[in-house]
């Protein structure tokens, strides 16, 4: 009998509970811990196939009757913006990201709190205090960053940092074939930007700068509206039960 490695991951399965994406469905996840030596690389095998981090938790849909939740990965090198995106683009030029600690601060929770007050007040989240925001940064044994938006200053092409006060955030993982979402807020007030588009074609090129091939955008749900936006994405390959499929 082969035996499993001692610190080889533990899977759990969660009860059910009402699915946020489709009317009427039930979800289970199935999860493992990610921490100690090993999170980072396990932290990239399981996001491969198909898994999502929160905190040190990674999980992925497990439910019985529905193969919904489909994992996306957008092909940087290959990725073609359309008309719209490229405006999108044109609107923002006078933002720039930089890549910070994941450390939260007042100025992010605040940020925060509007963006689910305005969006999400319905939502899991939204009873989320400093102390829990807080633990969604930084409690992280991966290797992750809180990319900060601001608009540009007269020095930010000396200190690559933007000036003012936050537009918006994303906290995104760095592994080792892509980046990873892991969750992105922003100004509300700003809603002619269309900053989550923005956020997603500028992770884009940071992930071409990087060297990446791929950019993680979580689960796309045929049938959801809210998730209806990752399939403009294109080219972009969703992960089926032979591996990852091309769409373009």
């Not at 690559?160 to 760095?174: F, H, S």
Request: some cysteine.
């Amino acid at each position: 009998m082969t035996r499993e490695p001692r610190d080889a991951p533990q899977f759990y399965l969660t009860a059910p509970s009402p699915c946020p994406y489709l009317p009427g469905k039930e979800e289970r996840k199935v999860f493992t811990h990610l921490v100690g030596r090993r999170a980072a690389s396990l932290n990239d095998t399981l996001t491969e196939s198909g898994f999502r981090r929160s905190q040190t938790i990674a999980y992925r849909p497990a439910c019985e009757n529905c193969r919904a939740c489909v994992s996306v990965r957008v092909l940087v090198n290959e990725f073609e913006m359309s008309r719209n995106m490229r405006r999108v683009l044109e609107r923002n030029a006078d933002l720039i990201g930089a890549a910070q600690p994941p450390q939260a601060t007042s100025e992010q929770y605040s940020l925060f709190r509007g963006y689910l007050d305005t969006r999400h007040s319905d939502g899991g989240m939204a009873d989320m205090s400093m102390l829990d925001f807080s633990m969604m940064v930084e409690d992280s044994h991966v290797q992750t960053r809180a990319i900060e938006y601001r608009r540009r200053g007269p020095d930010t092409f000396i200190t690559g940092q933007g000036v003012g006060p936050l537009v918006a955030v994303c906290l995104t993982d760095i592994l080792a074939d892509g980046l990873s979402m892991v969750y992105s807020f922003y100004d509300t007030d700003e809603a002619d930007r269309s900053l989550g588009t923005w956020m997603i074609l500028e992770h884009v090129e940071r992930a071409r700068r990087l060297g990446l091939p791929h950019l993680y955008l979580g689960y796309w749900v045929e049938g959801s509206r809210k998730m209806a936006y990752k399939a403009r994405y294109l080219p972009q390959e969703r992960l089926q039960m032979g591996g990852w499929d091309r769409f373009e």
